[in-house]
């Protein structure tokens, strides 16, 4: 047989409870008017957070020496997006030693979901995860972005270069 | 008497003020969108400081909803009375791709609709999930939509130019 135990009159007012809440609120506003630099407080839009560089954030279009993108337009991205957010239009190049580039490349950033498998799946490195978090917009934004954003937006710099070339690859002989 | 009444005037005028400038949320998220919810509510992206309340528990109490995760069809009906039952001028987070596209569950078969079917939705928070500093970005552009800033050099410029003519 359970026994219930009630409960005493002294216990019932929780004034042990009260105090050792109490005590321990007073220690920490305490400590952090002391210590104003170990706060872990962040003041959000003058002090922002670090994230490690293996982030995966919005994507970033490489370049090729020249400035023209490096994407072959294979579509090998558009076929691995498990969330089908990535558009390719593809065409013909002037220059015969070029195959094709895409005229239209765009990522639905409402559909995206972030997981790296275009990365993956880019046999040339023309697709990386940037290091910026997505920035919200209000209603009327265009999400879906181009080459324009993903490729030379402000934050890059002027593009960044892919690893291997179109010509180091040939005399290679891959 | 008169004393009285007057203090009672002030004080209230007080209390609107105050209550003005506070926005209060009713949080309708699931998933992993909750988690990074929950993270900037908490110590390290503190959203009080904004001067957003934290989560409201009526829906009576609040005058902006926040909504994500991925949302079925036999759910719609529920969001829309919770929009209706909201107070003041109404706003609409969106968080997250499940909640603004549907994103992987789109097209698999499974009955998931995007939020623009069923309520206006006034700030787009993409991401899977979005970073806490994203919501507060959005929390920002939230109470520039309610309370829109008075641009006074347009204004001014305004001003002159009907003088001018």
């Not at chain 1, 324009?148 to 690859?169: H, M, Y």
């Amino acid at each position: 047989m359970s026994v219930v135990k009630r409960p005493s009159s002294v216990s019932q007012w929780y004034l042990p409870g009260i105090f050792v809440g109490l005590y321990h609120t007073l220690k920490a506003l305490l400590y952090n008017l002391s210590h104003r630099q170990k706060m872990q407080t962040l003041d959000y839009p003058e002090e922002k957070f670090e994230y490690s560089p293996r982030f995966k954030g919005t994507h970033v279009l490489t370049v090729k020496k020249d400035g023209a993108i490096r994407c072959t337009a294979c579509m090998l991205c558009a076929t691995n997006c498990p969330a089908q957010c990535i558009t390719i239009i593809a065409s013909e190049h002037e220059d015969p030693s070029v195959e094709k580039f895409p005229i239209a490349y765009e990522i639905d950033m409402l559909r995206c979901v972030f997981c790296g498998f275009c990365e993956e799946a880019c046999p040339v490195d023309a697709v990386r995860m940037g290091p910026e978090w997505q920035i919200p917009g209000i209603s009327g934004t265009n999400f879906v972005k181009g080459i324009d954003f993903l490729a030379f937006r402000s934050q890059l710099k002027g593009g960044i270069s892919s690893v291997l070339d179109d010509q180091e690859r040939h005399g290679q002989g891959i | 008497m008169g004393l009285k009444q007057r203090l009672s005037q002030k004080l209230q005028h007080l209390m609107d003020q105050v209550e003005n400038q506070i926005n209060t949320p009713y949080v309708l998220v699931h998933g992993c969108c909750s988690m990074e919810v929950e993270n900037a509510t908490s110590s390290t992206y503190d959203w009080r400081r904004l001067g957003f309340a934290s989560p409201a528990k009526n829906i009576e109490d609040a005058d902006v909803l926040i909504v994500g995760g991925w949302i079925h069809e036999s759910f719609s009906e529920q969001m829309k009375s919770v929009y209706s039952q909201m107070r003041g001028k109404k706003s609409v987070i969106a968080i997250g791709a499940c909640a603004l596209s549907g994103a992987p569950y789109a097209k698999s078969g499974e009955k998931v609709i995007p939020v623009t079917d069923v309520l206006p939705v006034d700030v787009f928070v993409p991401g899977c999930p979005p970073r806490p500093e994203a919501i507060l970005e959005a929390i920002q552009s939230v109470k520039k939509l309610q309370k829109p800033q008075k641009d006074h050099k347009a204004m001014l410029y305004e001003a002159l130019r009907i003088r001018g003519n």
